[in-house]
């Protein structure tokens, strides 16, 4: 009789299996982190509304510009609805001021002034600052333009006169490109 064959039982090599559960761990990991920090910040931007004529530098507004004001706050004042606005910006001119006054009023807050010649450090601030949230930008002359381009990197035309029922709303995300939409009021 022979000598029984001495045989060998491997174990399976269980690296590649580890390996492979090592994985899909980390990048289910890096996925959730991406899908939790992907967020849209909305931009809202109009021009001040109408000016009285005349030939002061900084003129206030009409009574027709005061009644676009009124219909701005009554548009964009529901702060109950759980989107409201975050922030109002408007620039250091006094119809800007005056434009965002009826809405500053009816949402309790003091709007933040920046300079008309900032437009880029404005632009920056808007999304370091309310990441994920939806911000209003009242601003004169070019700075809209100014604004959206560095927001965008769209050219926007200067207003013609009597455009300044023009609301722009700018959805700027965390990971992607930013589009933009032009609304007659």
């Known amino acids: 009789m022979d000598p029984p064959a001495i045989t060998r039982h491997r174990r399976p090599f269980l690296a590649p299996l580890w390996l492979t559960l090592l994985a899909i761990v980390v990048i289910g990991a890096v996925a959730v982190t991406f899908y939790r920090s992907a967020t849209t910040t909305v931009v809202l931007l109009v021009r001040p509304v109408e000016k009285q004529p005349g030939s002061i530098d900084d003129p206030p507004l009409s009574p027709e510009g005061e009644q676009r004001a009124q219909r701005l706050a009554q548009m964009l004042g529901d702060g109950g609805a759980g989107g409201g606005l ?81 609301l722009y709303v700018l959805s700027v995300p965390s990971f992607g490109r930013a589009h933009l939409v032009r609304i007659r009021l």
Do not use: C, K, W
């Open 86 to 166: 975050e922030a109002i910006y408007v620039s250091d001119d006094r119809r800007a001021q005056q434009t965002a006054a009826p809405l500053a009023q009816r949402l309790h807050r003091a709007p933040q002034r920046f300079s008309a010649r900032d437009a880029r450090t404005a632009a920056a601030r808007v999304l370091r600052e309310h990441t994920g949230g939806t911000v209003l930008v009242i601003g004169s002359g070019a700075t809209v333009p100014q604004m959206i381009h560095e927001l965008n990197g769209v050219e926007v035309a200067a207003a013609a006169p009597g455009e300044s029922d023009i």
